[in-house]
């Protein structure tokens, strides 16, 4: 096919949906779904005060959900929760745990269910991340990570399922990554800590469908704006034109990971679970894994090696 005709295809950027870089709400946003496909569900994200999880709370709510945002930095949630609650007319609460602390999660699960009555959708999204080749990392430096996203993770899909779900159904949305698939070089923490998060979505898929819980997962891309972009040095492979390898030769934007985020959460869904769904425009396919280049991103974060 001709360069022109690809375009004309849209692989381009005239097929993405509208995004910010910033941790600020859509200047405007246009539905691909029905604005009622979530109409008085209550959403809890882990995370949803910056970067994916802030544009997944933002686009359930479009979508007429009320969301718990949660996670570790209260006065940076409770700013994310005012924007949020302006942009989209529906309530946001604003509550602090650490994901590797079950008490923490017990307790704002409490609050959710005080403050709105219902939990229908719980996002996995809170995890911890940064380059460092594995005979640099410390044992605690892979504990770290594997405790954010592997055991935070369980944590808040157990806590939830037994205080809500367990008794009314509803659906989980995992956010893990596609770094073990080929082994990606500097990442052995955060893509370990993934593909047990993969792993853990089909067995609780398994254990809970009986119960009306749908379990998925959604592996994202490289997504501009995001803290994950800047530390895994996306920065620089747009600049160096390194996307161009991608299938779809652009990175992705936060808005397309809440889009699939909606699918998988919603009754657009309604037969799916157990599922790892790939949103990266083809990348882990195609993209390099060289070491020697990676070292040199990582270097140019300080990134300890
Ligand atoms: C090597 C590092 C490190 C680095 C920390 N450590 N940063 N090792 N390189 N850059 C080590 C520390 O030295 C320490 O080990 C251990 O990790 C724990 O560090 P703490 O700072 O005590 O941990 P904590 O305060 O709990 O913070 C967790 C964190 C931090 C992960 C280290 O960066 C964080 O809070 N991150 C949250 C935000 C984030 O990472 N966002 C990006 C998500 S992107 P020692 O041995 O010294 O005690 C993402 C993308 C995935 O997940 C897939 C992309 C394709
Ligand atoms: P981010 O903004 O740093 O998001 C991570 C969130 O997790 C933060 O809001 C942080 O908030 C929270 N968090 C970290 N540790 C926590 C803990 N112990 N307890 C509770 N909350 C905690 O980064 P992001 O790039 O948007 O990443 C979002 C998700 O997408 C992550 O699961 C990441 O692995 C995944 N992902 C991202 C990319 C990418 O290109 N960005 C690619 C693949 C996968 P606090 O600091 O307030 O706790």
Not at 204 to 212: D, K, M, N, T, Y
């Amino acid at each position: 096919m001709a360069e022109n005709q690809l375009q004309e295809a849209g692989n381009g950027d005239q097929m993405m949906p509208e995004d910010v870089e910033t941790d600020d709400c859509l200047a405007s946003y246009t539905h691909l779904y029905s604005p009622d496909l979530l109409k008085d569900n209550v959403a809890f994200v882990t995370g949803g005060g910056s970067g994916i999880g802030f544009r997944i709370a933002e686009v359930l709510m479009r979508h007429g959900c009320d969301t718990v945002i949660a996670s570790r930095n209260q006065e940076r949630l409770s700013e994310a929760a005012k924007k949020l609650s302006a942009a989209t007319g529906r309530h946001c609460l604003a509550l602090s745990l650490d994901v590797r602390q079950p008490e923490t999660i017990t307790a704002a699960v409490e609050e959710t269910l005080k403050e709105f009555g219902r939990i229908d959708i719980l996002v996995n999204n809170a995890a911890g991340n940064f380059l460092c080749p594995a005979s640099s990392l410390s044992f605690n430096a892979f504990k770290t990570v594997m405790e954010i996203d592997t055991l935070g993770t369980f944590n808040t899909s157990k806590v939830v399922y037994e205080k809500w779900l367990k008794d009314h159904g509803g659906s989980v949305v995992n956010i893990s990554a596609t770094l073990s698939y080929r082994g990606q070089a500097l990442q052995v923490h955060a893509g370990s800590a993934k593909a047990a998060i993969d792993a853990m979505t089909r067995h609780l898929a398994v254990e809970w469908g009986p119960s009306g819980v749908r379990v998925n997962s959604l592996a994202p891309g490289p997504i501009s704006g995001t803290e994950g972009y800047r530390r895994l040095g996306g920065v620089s492979a747009q600049s160096s034109g390194a996307f161009q390898s991608i299938p779809l030769q652009r990175a992705g934007n936060k808005t397309e990971i809440a889009h699939g985020v909606l699918y998988l959460a919603s009754r657009a869904a309604s037969y799916v679970t157990g599922a790892s769904l790939v949103v990266d425009g083809g990348s882990w396919l195609t993209s390099a894994n060289g070491l020697p280049a990676l070292l040199g991103i990582a270097s140019s974060h300080s990134a300890k090696l």
